[in-house]
């Protein structure tokens, strides 16, 4: 495909996005349905798309307009692309630019239009981070997540395996979040195939999020529930690092299919069990909640979120985690440890959820608490670790 090919594909996209379409549904609909284009034109498109849900405010005031087309012109003239050579009318591109949309566009207004935040999110993000804060914040969020690898710290140590990934052509280096953190600094996207992310000795996880699995209190030999299990790659992390009992459980379980054959890779044997399951299961001494949020910390990876996320949403998903922090209480051995984790920015879900949390249960206490932002060169996450009362004498 021409540049300007790949520039038509990513407009149809967008309009398609902008209408309320799931952006990685209709980019695997659109691969299919378009074979004739390799594997280099879906990645190219892929970035386009997601450069410009990225910066979707910004761009449309750059191009005149908040289509897919108007976003296109926006992230040529902001990336100082040429133009008339990718709206030159050829065969599969898009048509030539009209007098109004050369004159349309201007600069993005300082603030959150520059900023690519909605209005009534700017004030939020404030009071939670200040305004430095948030515009750092926001800032990070613009552009591409870093590729980040988590080194199994029970099978190999860093510095062994960087030194195999760059002679085996992957430029890395070690991330200062995590002892276990690699940041490819060149293009990772074959490192899929790696014989060493296939063996369970690497596993493709956020820098953040590994320090987060590193912050978790877990004795050797002790009983973990990952509540909110997803995908698991907290909990694969966390047991590399100690050994014990490992259960998972995701209201969704679906989620988790493919957690035990990554946890067998790993070395790592984990038990997965449904709602109903689970009752039975006696106390653990650390709970992990890494509750649904609204993924402020990582619209890098998902930008359409940010565009999604409402005012009543919002208090949607704070319900919701002062709901599943009760449930998960009870499944807290007396002593043991509750950790509360989001990756997002917004205090509400994050201190403002364990405030509630306090308030509702005498007896608890929040022994430490950590933000990472984006800026720190990860995802942003929050967490906090709570303790419950103390074993009967």
């Keep these: 495909m021409t540049p300007a090919a790949r520039v038509a594909a990513a407009i149809g996209l967008l309009d398609d996005i902008l209408a309320g379409g799931p952006p990685e549904k209709l980019l695997t609909g659109w691969g ?11 990645a190219a498109v892929r970035d386009l798309v997601y450069d410009a849900l990225r910066r979707r405010r910004s761009l449309a005031a750059r191009g005149g307009a908040e289509t897919g087309r108007g976003l296109m012109i926006g992230l040529a003239r902001e990336d100082g692309h040429d133009l008339a050579a990718l709206f030159d009318g050829a065969r599969h591109g898009p048509v030539p630019l009209t007098p109004d949309e050369i004159a349309a566009g201007r600069p993005a207004a300082d603030g959150p239009e520059a900023l690519d935040c909605p209005d009534w999110l700017w004030p939020v993000l404030c009071d939670s981070l200040g305004e ?89 030999g002790g009983r973990l529930l990952d509540y909110c299990a997803g995908g698991g790659g907290k909990t694969l992390a966390i047991g590399a690092r100690v050994p014990g009992v490992y259960v998972a459980h995701d209201a969704q379980p679906r989620r988790m299919a493919d957690l035990p054959a990554r946890a067998a890779r790993a070395g790592l044997e984990v038990a997965c069990r449904d709602t109903g399951a689970l009752a039975s299961e006696p106390p653990f001494d650390t709970v992990l909640v890494d509750a649904p949020c609204s993924g402020s910390g990582s619209w890098r990876r998902d930008p359409a979120g940010k565009w999604a996320l409402s005012p009543a949403r919002l208090d949607a998903l704070c319900a919701l985690q002062d709901h599943i922090l009760m449930q998960a209480a009870d499944h807290v051995a007396p002593g043991g440890h509750l950790v509360h984790v989001t990756c997002s920015l917004l205090a509400v879900e ?44």
């Excluded at 195999?164 to 293009?187: K, N, Q, V, W, Y």
């Excluded at 074959?190 to 987060?212: I, K, N, Y």
Aim: hydrophobic content about 45%.
């Design 132 to 220: 430095d804060g948030a515009r750092a914040a926001l800032a990070a969020l613009r552009h591409r997540a870093p590729v980040h690898l988590r080194v199994n710290a029970a099978r190999a140590d860093r510095d062994s395996v960087a030194a195999a990934l760059r002679e085996a052509g992957f430029p890395c280096a070690p991330h200062p979040l995590s002892p276990t953190a690699l940041e490819i600094t060149g293009d990772g996207r074959r490192l899929r195939a790696d014989p060493r992310v296939l063996d369970g000795t690497l596993e493709f996880q956020d820098a953040a999020s590994q320090a987060v699995a590193d912050m978790v209190p877990l004795d050797p």
């Design 32 to 42: 299919r349905a378009n074979r004739y284009a390799g594997s280099g034109d879906r």
């Design 350 to 393: 994050n201190t403002g959820a364990i405030a509630r949390f306090l308030a509702a249960h005498p007896g608890w206490r929040c022994l430490r608490t950590r933000h990472w932002r984006p800026a720190d060169g990860g995802d942003g996450f929050f967490a906090a670790v709570l303790t419950g009362p103390a074993p009967a004498a």
